[in-house]
T-cell receptor, first 120, second 114 residues
Framework: GAVVSQHPSWVICKSGTSVKIECRSL??????MFWYRQFPKQSLMLMAT?????????EQGVEKDKFLINHASLTLSTLTVTSAHPEDSSFYIC????????????????FGPGTRLTVL | GQQLNQSPQSMFIQEGEDVSMNCTSS?????WLWYKQEPGEGPVLLIA?????ELTSNGRLTAQFGITRKDSFLNISASIPSDVGIYFC??????????????FGKGTKLSVKP
């Protein structure tokens, strides 16, 4: 299998607070985890890529001090939205690529169910 | 960032009809993927393609990796109501080497009338 979970599935918070979102690969070890952001009726926008034990690589325009990513183990990555504001409200989705050299579908990106963040 | 050109943007079809959607790129890709996303959920991988000209099926779904390596199509035969969702193509650019980040199309929203 290739199951990826996210927690929480939705969160509502006040402006100025920080929110942590967890992404776990449940039945495999992930070489790399990715964090995406999706606005309504739009495609997925890659925010950052993280490898276990190293610093995340952020896409252009994504503030690394705003969106803190910690890839603590081969099965867990966290995204913390610091000092959240209403414009940070969005659907955040993580994905994970399996560790290994088999190639093909075995090493493709599998997505979590997403986290709906609403900042009041 | 770079995006793929995916069309059509939306489709409204009758149950039982066949569906076709495609993606094109100005860049060569070495991998084409097709995902389906339902409301409030993450994308689910449907089909993965790794070789130019490759034709792969997954049930009623068939996808092909274009010969030029710059396009791919997805066909759904005999559509049913549960096919409703947004279908995304995604490509991995060979020039980016081992970085392997996916580039996504804007999606095709499929609606099926029973």
């Amino acid at each position: 299998g290739a199951v990826v979970s996210q927690h929480p599935s939705w969160v509502i918070c006040k402006s100025g607070t920080s929110v942590k979102i967890e992404c776990r690969s449940l039945d495999f070890q992930a070489t790399t985890m990715f964090w995406y952001r999706q606005f309504p009726k739009q495609s997925l926008m890659l925010m950052a890529t993280s490898n276990e034990g190293s610093k995340a690589t952020y896409e252009q325009g994504v503030e690394k001090d705003k969106f803190l990513i910690n890839h603590a183990s081969l099965t867990l990555s966290t995204l913390t939205v610091t000092s959240a504001h209403p414009e940070d409200s969005s659907f955040y989705i993580c994905s994970a690529r399996r560790r290994g050299l088999a190639g093909g579908v075995y090493n493709e990106q599998f997505f979590g169910p997403g986290t709906r963040l609403t900042v009041l | 960032g770079q995006q793929l050109n995916q069309s059509p943007q939306s489709m409204f079809i009758q149950e039982g009809e066949d569906v076709s959607m495609n993606c094109t790129s100005s860049s060569i890709f070495n991998t084409w993927l097709w995902y389906k996303q339902e409301p409030g959920e993450g994308p689910v991988l449907l089909i993965a393609l790794y070789k130019a000209g490759e034709l792969t099926s997954n049930g009623r779904l068939t996808a092909q990796f274009g010969i030029t390596r710059k396009d791919s199509f997805l066909n759904i035969s005999a559509s049913i109501p549960s096919d409703v969702g947004i279908y995304f193509c995604a490509g991995r650019n060979a020039s980016r080497g081992s970085q392997g980040n996916l580039i996504f199309g804007k999606g095709t929203k499929l609606s099926v009338k029973p």
